[in-house]
């Protein structure tokens, strides 16, 4: 690995900061971009990026950066400074989700990056796609004929944190039904899978305790209903409380999940490289696909069905996957 190349790595050290320490002058670069939309209040528009490196004593590090603008070019330019700031000519690879803004970016980063002669191959594997993100739409394909029994349970799951009152009365009602736990509900982000794993869950563990909450509380049922009336998404039709097929549901999906989930933990660490990790997940997740398509159960081989095919769509063809993951394959010693 030569002095300010590139490698896909991440640490647990975050500066915030632009400057660079003399001490952890890279020798090896990578950057990370994910789009993230701004609150709903924020005036302005601002993103983060974050960038790995490994300093002269090999010690893995993370930055992290603001770019007060989602524009493609904007993002690119911030990204250039940072570089000629920091004095690095040579990029590996970008690893980018398939926001269109990030083509923008990536194109200009590889005209430049061309220009200082400092890409691999001209700059043709620049572009890294970000496996937990394919990983994520994979899984809300699959997600999508059960969407109405996971916005349901959502909703019970939003009604009891709402207010500190009515978590105390559900933790009287976890007492009743005697559920020993020491977690309690928690809410998901709807545009990430994974949290909607760690919910359902969660859920499942206080299905009597919600059941009692129904017949507890007449404001629980009132209110689901109201909410979804009232709601402008499109699972608006979606009404009422979390019915007894809701947890079936939920209860059948979350083994199936739990398949999915483990490998996306592994590849979303920020402790330690996870470039050579990168194929076996992949190619994991399409065997369990795979086999998952020839269940009896019908329900779950649609699902797989569905998911397969989106898996496909990225990496289906091997010649759309990025050559420089492979020969991180090749030289980890632990498959060697």
Not at 294 to 307: R, V
Not at 313 to 327: A, C, D, F, P, Q
Request: proline letters at 4%.
């Amino acid at each position: 690995m030569g002095d300010n190349a590139a490698t896909t790595a991440a640490s647990p050290s975050v500066d915030h900061s632009s400057s660079m320490d003399p001490k952890n002058i890279p020798r090896a670069f990578e950057i990370e971009i994910c789009q993230a939309p701004p609150p709903p209040t924020s005036a302005t528009k601002v993103s983060s990026k974050s960038t790995y490196f490994i300093n002269d004593k090999w010690k893995l590090h993370k930055k992290i950066l603001s770019v007060c603008s989602h524009a493609g070019e904007v993002i690119g330019r911030t990204i250039e400074k940072y570089l000629l700031d920091w004095k690095i000519s040579k990029v590996l690879t970008v690893t980018v989700d398939n926001a269109s803004s990030n083509d923008t970016c990536l194109q200009y980063l590889r005209r430049r990056l061309i220009n200082w002669k400092g890409t691999v191959l001209n700059g043709e594997y620049l572009h890294m796609r970000c496996v937990a993100h394919v990983l994520n739409l994979t899984v809300r394909e699959g997600l999508k004929d059960l969407e109405d029994s996971i916005v349901r349970i959502r909703s019970a799951m939003r009604y009891v944190k709402s207010s500190p009152a009515r978590v105390q009365r559900f933790k009287s009602f976890i007492e009743k039904e005697r559920i020993k736990s020491k977690s309690l509900v928690c809410l998901d982000i709807e545009t990430r899978w994974n949290s909607a794993f760690l919910m359902l869950e969660a859920a499942l563990k206080f299905q009597k305790a919600f059941e009692l909450l129904e017949t507890k509380d007449s404001k629980y049922m009132e209110e689901l209903t109201l909410q979804s009336e009232n709601d402008t998404h499109k699972s608006s039709k979606v009404r009422g409380v979390p019915t007894e097929m809701d947890w079936e549901h939920a209860k059948d999906l979350l083994p199936f999940l739990k398949n999915f989930y483990d490998p996306t933990v592994k590849i979303s660490v920020s402790r330690y490289v996870t470039g050579n990790v990168y194929m076996n997940e992949t190619f994991g997740i399409g065997g369990l696909l795979n086999s998952f398509q020839e269940s009896d159960d019908f329900c779950l081989s649609t699902m797989a069905g569905n998911m397969k095919k989106k898996c496909d769509k990225y990496w289906g063809n091997v010649e759309r996957i990025n050559i420089l993951i492979m020969i991180a394959v090749v030289l980890d010693p632990w498959l060697n």
